[in-house]
Structures are given as structure tokens and as C-alpha cells.
């Protein structure tokens, strides 16, 4: 499933070890459902790390992929790649970040908005993104629309306040580039 078939993320709270998220997405069917992830689920797999396996076509043999995946992708962190990132209003920066910090997500078309708790500063902005930029890891965007709004941390408690608000506001836009 797509990152950016997902409505709402929120970790719950108790489990720490390893912490778990109650997500909310939007299925084929045409209904939302529940479901619960760990971290690991969440942040990992999209990146492949969740597919313990490959069969290997010389012998035909099922053969662990997940630890080539982590080098790939630990490689591309170190040098300043990031699988997702998102422009932090109330710091006025681009940071990177891992999708357990996008509280909510609606899509239309090509388009994602997404609202993000900063994992440094902890307050909220909301981007205008592409669909790749969600579903595609280190896919970013050159270009993003950002809302010029500080939002209180209670805010934007239900998706249906998120779109509200999302297809209301202006969008102001900020370039992604992490340095
Ligand atoms: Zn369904
Ligand atoms: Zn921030």
C-alpha cells in the first residue's frame, strides 16, 4: 500500500518497545479501515527493509535482501540523500523525515497534503506535495507548497478539519534542497 493511501498516523501511546501506530488509510474498496503498525513497519518498509527475502534466480533459492536494502539505504543517508523530507514552517527550513511523523495525509490526483510534526521542533506545518514525494523514498520534490501558518498543537485534530483547513489556505513555495 502506499504511503499516500494513508490518512492518519498517531502513535499510540504505552508501547514503547517498539512503539505502535494507529493508522487510519484509505483502502481499494473505497472505505477507510484501521490498522495498527510498529515502527519498523512504518519507517522501514516502505524503504524494502520489510521484504525479508528475494529468490534468487541463479539458485533458486529464497535468500535474505533486507540487510543489502539497509546498506543501500544507509549509504544514501550518510551522504545527505533523504528517503522523504519536509519543509518546517515555524523554522522556516527543510528537514528530513521519516513518515511516522506525518500526523495527517489527503491526497487529490497527483497531489498530497500532508501535515507533518517536525521531529526537532515538534509543531506542525503542512506541505503540498507530489504523490512520489510521499510514495517513492528518496524521491523529494525541488519545489513544495508550504502553508504560511502556524498551527497550535491541538490543531488539525481530524482529517475532515485537515482538508478543511488544506483547501482553504494559500500556498506559499519553498525549495526542498536539505543541505
Ligand atoms: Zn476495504
Ligand atoms: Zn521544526
Redesign the pocket.
Known amino acids: 500500500m502506499p504511503l499516500s493511501a494513508f490518512r492518519s498516523i498517531e502513535e499510540l501511546p504505552g508501547a514503547a518497545h517498539p512503539a505502535v501506530f494507529r493508522v487510519r488509510f484509505e ?1 481499494e ?1 473505497g ?1 477507510e ?1 484501521d490498522g495498527l503498525l510498529t515502527h519498523d513497519d512504518l519507517d522501514w518498509a516502505p524503504l524494502g527493509l520489510g521484504a525479508c527475502e528475494f529468490v534468487n534466480l541463479m539458485t533458486s533459492r529464497h535468500e535474505p535482501v533486507a540487510a543489502e536494502f539497509a546498506d543501500l539505504a544507509a549509504a544514501r543517508i550518510k551522504v545527505g540523500e533523504w528517503p522523504w523530507s519536509f519543509f518546517c514552517f515555524p523554522e522556516e527550513r527543510p528537514r528530513p523525515v521519516f513518515p511516522s511523523s506525518f500526523a495527517l495525509l489527503t491526497a487529490a490526483d497527483a497531489t498530497v497534503g500532508l501535515a507533518v510534526r517536525c521531529p526537532d521542533c515538534r509543531r506542525l506545518s503542512v506541505n503540498l506535495v507530489t504523490r512520489a514525494h510521499v510514495d517513492v523514498p528518496f524521491h523529494n520534490d525541488r519545489e513544495i507548497g508550504v502553508v504560511e501558518h502556524m498551527f497550535p498543537a491541538d490543531a488539525l485534530a481530524t482529517i475532515d478539519e485537515f482538508q478543511a483547513e488544506l483547501w482553504s489556505a494559500s500556498f506559499d513555495a519553498r525549495r526542498l534542497a536539505l543541505e
Open positions: 483502502c474498496c472505505e479501515h
